[in-house]
């Protein structure tokens, strides 16, 4: 349909067992530039299942102000983002999985920055677990 921002969030990489994947949490002064698309009930069960909804993400319902890809226009539009939840812990991403997303935010003219940042806490958060020292009281 067109491409968005998402107001008052931030990017993250959380995970599971199996990787860190995109999520947003609610961050206030941050935003997330999002691709809209059209999908029926169809597309939105199989998402479901894909996106390991309810288990893994949940859905949240937004009205944003989609940018239409071949209009330009601008129209309120009711959407559902998934969110993964808040309880996972922040993670790496594999670079095969770091490559997809930019190739997305490539193919839609997003500020690459969004990713990086995203990445780089990441990175930090991994840092800082290796580096915790681990004191036994006797």
């Not at 993250?12 to 990787?19: R, V």
């Not at 983002?81 to 839609?108: N, Q």
Request: glycine letters at 8%; proline letters at 3%; hydrophobic letters at 35%.
């Amino acid at each position: 349909m067109g491409t968005s921002e998402i107001e008052g969030y931030e990017l993250l990489f959380k995970g599971s067992k199996t990787g860190a994947y995109l999520t947003i949490e609610e961050k206030e002064g941050s935003k997330v530039p999002v691709a809209v698309w059209s999908v029926t009930e169809a597309d939105e069960a199989a998402l479901d299942r894909y996106e390991g909804f309810p288990t893994f993400y949940y859905k949240k319902e937004l009205t944003l102000p989609i940018k239409g890809i071949r209009s330009g226009k601008v129209r309120n539009r009711k959407c559902f983002v998934y969110i993964m939840h808040e309880d996972r812990k922040i993670g790496v991403p594999s670079l095969a999985y770091v490559k997809t997303c930019l190739e997305g935010y490539i193919s839609f003219g997003f500020d690459e920055h969004y990713l990086a940042e995203a990445q780089i806490k990441a990175e930090e958060v991994a840092s800082h677990e290796r580096h915790k020292h681990h004191f036994t009281w006797f």
